[in-house]
């Protein structure tokens, strides 16, 4: 055996980044949460991020559309995401589409220091165009997850999220009701 008599090297972890990303519904929280989970399980040091502007259902809990869920902490802006922990070795962030340009960088300075970055968000807003600073964090990551919900017109997987309101701003946050999941002939049928 070549490791015979060699001490076990001590667990490094190196740094990286992960983007989850598809339209509503599509099981983003789920998945994030269920990555966050895994490394609690690994006994990892967590903290979780969201943009204070997601206060759908909870002030401070990352909340899926089936209630599961994990405590987080609001932040204004991407750069108070580096006052994290000294000792947090993953960052799970959600709906990472609504916060600031600077995103990509505080997640590739978080994952050079060798914290695994999980990254959970919209990649098209309502108009089908790439949301916020989730196109540039898919071209830094190591890992892109591309997931779909279930069209609610023909039931083929859905990639858009369609908006069923006049509404023209596009943050208008995630309620039911007002957006659903469409595939790309049914998200183009009614514009
Ligand atoms: P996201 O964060 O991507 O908006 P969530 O993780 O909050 O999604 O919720 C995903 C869950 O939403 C699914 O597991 C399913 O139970 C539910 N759901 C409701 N409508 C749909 C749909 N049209 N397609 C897929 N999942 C749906
Ligand atoms: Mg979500
Ligand atoms: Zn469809």
Redesign the pocket.
């Known amino acids: 055996m070549i490791n015979e008599g060699i001490e076990r090297p001590k667990i490094f972890q190196r740094g990286s980044i992960e983007i989850i990303c ?11 949460l269920r990555r966050l989970r895994r490394a609690q399980i690994a006994r990892l040091k967590v903290e979780i991020f969201k943009p204070t502007i997601d206060i759908r259902y909870d002030a401070s809990a990352v ?4 209630l599961n869920s994990i405590q987080s902490t609001p932040v204004e802006n991407a750069s108070s995401i580096l006052l994290l922990g000294s000792t947090t070795q993953v960052v799970g962030i ?1 709906e990472a589409q609504f916060f600031d340009d600077e995103l990509p960088n505080v997640c590739e300075s978080l994952a050079n220091k060798g914290v695994r970055v999980i990254v ?1 968000g919209l990649d098209m807003d309502y108009t089908g165009k790439p949301f916020g600073p989730i196109p540039k964090l898919m071209a830094i990551a190591e890992f892109v997850t591309k ?1 779909t ?4 017109r023909c039931g083929v997987p ?1 990639s858009r999220s369609y908006r069923l309101t006049e509404n023209e701003t596009t943050i208008l946050l ?1 309620e039911k009701g007002s957006y ?2 469409r595939c790309r002939v049914c998200f183009n049928l009614d514009r």
């Open positions: 598809g339209p509503m519904f599509s099981g983003k929280t789920e998945e994030l909340v899926s559309h089936d959600d959970a997931i919900a279930v069209c609610v859905a995630g659903e999941p």
